[in-house]
């Protein structure tokens, strides 16, 4: 079993626990963007609409 958890601490050998409040605010930042981005991605899938193409041609002579 390894147990080589290496736990950051401040000058004072103290917990720095606002390095982990850092780690997990960016953390869930990055899962924020990810997540944004995803549901702007299905919302655009969901409010496509595609149109006819158009075909400008002469009309025949008859």
């Not at 079993?1 to 850092?22: E, H, L, V």
């Not at 997540?35 to 409010?47: E, G, P, R």
């Amino acid at each position: 079993m390894n147990d080589d958890i290496q736990i950051k601490t401040d000058a004072s050998g103290q917990i720095d626990t606002q390095y982990y409040m850092d780690q997990a605010r960016d953390l869930r930042a990055e899962y924020h963007a990810e997540l944004f981005a995803a549901i702007v991605k299905k919302v655009k899938a969901l409010l496509h609409i595609s149109t006819p193409s158009i075909e400008i041609r002469r009309p025949a002579h008859h």
